[in-house]
């Protein structure tokens, strides 16, 4: 259904895609760990970043306890899902696990920290050092392929697949940027949705307002808040990752589907005025943001909404799956629509369940990827979670308002990959561009974080000189 128009804006290959460069710099990563020792290694610039809050501290205490033995009937499998809603997706997913395996012990090992900005260096030490867990969660596209597929860390998983009679299952175009060199290399478990602006109803409504629906319009509407005192846009920036949240979204309201998707391909030109106008969008924005946006993570900001303190927050749709743990009703108690100027699009990310070489439990890890690949799987985990199934026969009836209309957006809008959530761009461009992402939302420089960002898509190996 969604290769009417392509995530990736062309026939998609990831084995032809330029991967040297992002490969090398994994290489020099895992290496730098390896010599380091076993501290993670932030994928933010520490300098420039104001004091993180605990939610993305180093994650020592949240650090998984090791599988004991591979001797040991266990099942451990390894994400960042703490907060509400995407630990409770993950627990229903558990306890089917537990029903039908009552002998196997899941040790669930979490890092804190939205979007893996903790648990992705950790897993990178565990993997260099040849201690996989059993299965881990990874974001479909470049974050797969670049990082663990090429550099041979995983085993295909076409296998299970074939044996459960998936080929049919998921859309083509999910399949495909799972795949490379004629394998499929992890079981999707989801879809998200990264382009959402979430919005508190009655903040709006007394104020005389409606949600707005261009860049524009949400300037007008930000003024008008924040002129009754309303903070309008809700941020939680202690992991730089939402900060690259927010800014896709503005970069995909400013250039439309084919001109974002061209920012990963190298058709779109880095240095254009467009980039510009979505950066400098991007820095006004930021005038009407929360003061302490800096020490919270993306569920207190979504909070902030809840609580009727901030008036709107752009984020993916965990946020829906954080919104009903804490028992509230779309479109009762929050609103939801596209994030400004991007109606009609999807931007896309999805979760996915992997075998790493060596896993200690493989047979467990089968199992595990089995029931997070079936019907049964995805319709408990998705509907607590917030996304709507990878699978395209999930029971509807099961869904919320909200997610219903996700999986009908996801039908017919144009489908764009997400950058701050591995599908459009390799671990090594992302992480140069949250860096550059850290010094532009304390300095606003346009000028220097566009320049940045020119150089990060020539160093990617994508534009050219
Ligand atoms: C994303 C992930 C989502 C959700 C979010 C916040 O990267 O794909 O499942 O967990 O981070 O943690």
Same mark, same amino acid.
């Given at each position: 259904m969604i290769d009417r128009d392509n995530i990736f804006g062309g026939e998609f290959d990831m084995s032809n895609k330029r991967l040297w460069l992002p490969i090398l710099l994994m290489v020099l990563a895992l290496m730098i760990a390896a010599c380091g020792g076993t501290a993670p290694t932030e994928t933010?610039?520490?300098?420039? *970043?104001? *004091?993180?809050?605990?939610?993305?501290?180093?994650p020592a205490e949240e650090e998984a306890a090791p599988a004991?033995? *591979?001797?040991?009937?266990q099942l451990e499998f390894y994400s960042w899902w703490t907060a509400g809603g995407e630990a409770d997706g993950l627990n229903a997913m558990y306890d089917l696990f537990k029903a039908m395996y009552p002998d196997i012990e899941i040790v669930n090992a979490t890092v804190a920290g939205g979007a893996g900005s903790n648990a992705k260096a950790v897993l990178a030490t565990r993997m260099q050092a040849g201690d996989p867990p059993d299965s881990f969660q990874v974001h479909a596209g470049h974050e797969l392929i670049d990082t663990w597929v090429v550099a041979d860390k995983m085993e295909p998983v076409t296998f299970i697949f074939e044996e459960n009679g998936w080929m049919d299952a998921y859309p083509p175009d999910v399949i495909s940027i799972l795949s490379y060199n004629g394998e499929i290399w992890s079981v999707p478990v989801n879809i998200h949705r990264s382009n959402v602006m979430w919005y508190n109803p009655a903040v709006l409504e007394a104020n005389g307002l409606t949600a707005p629906t261009t860049i524009e319009e949400f300037f007008t509407v930000a003024d008008a808040l924040k002129a009754a005192g309303v903070t309008p846009l809700a941020l939680g920036d202690n992991g730089i990752w939402t900060a690259t949240h927010l800014l896709e979204s503005v970069l995909l309201g400013t250039l439309g589907a084919d001109g974002y998707r061209g920012l990963w391909t190298g058709d779109t030109d880095w240095n254009s005025p467009e980039v510009t106008t979505a950066l400098e969008s991007f820095a006004r924005m930021l005038d009407y943001v929360n003061a302490d946006h800096a020490a919270l993570s993306w569920d207190q900001a979504a909070q902030l909404v809840a609580d009727g303190d901030a008036a709107m927050t752009i984020m993916g749709d965990w946020a829906n799956g954080y919104f009903t743990s804490i028992d509230l009703k779309p479109n009762v108690d929050y609103g939801y629509a596209p994030s400004p100027s991007t109606d009609g699009i999807f931007m896309m990310l999805s979760d996915t369940f992997s075998l790493p070489k060596?896993?200690?439990?493989r047979d467990n890890a089968i199992k595990w990827l089995t029931l997070a690949g079936s019907k049964e799987g995805q319709d408990a985990f998705n509907p607590l979670k917030g996304s709507i199934p990878a699978r395209t026969d999930g029971d509807r009836s099961l869904y919320d308002e909200y997610l219903q209309s996700a999986m009908d957006d996801f039908a017919s809008n144009a489908i764009t990959p997400s950058l701050a959530h591995g599908a459009a761009a390799s671990e090594g461009w992302v992480t140069a561009f949250n860096d550059i992402m850290t010094l532009f939302v304390t300095d606003r420089n346009v000028e220097n974080a566009q320049a940045a960002m020119a150089k990060a898509c020539v160093d990617a190996g994508v534009c050219g000189q």
């Open positions: 933010t610039a520490p300098t420039a *970043a104001p *004091a993180p809050a605990e939610e993305e501290a180093a004991e033995s *591979a001797g040991a009937n060596g896993a200690p439990h």
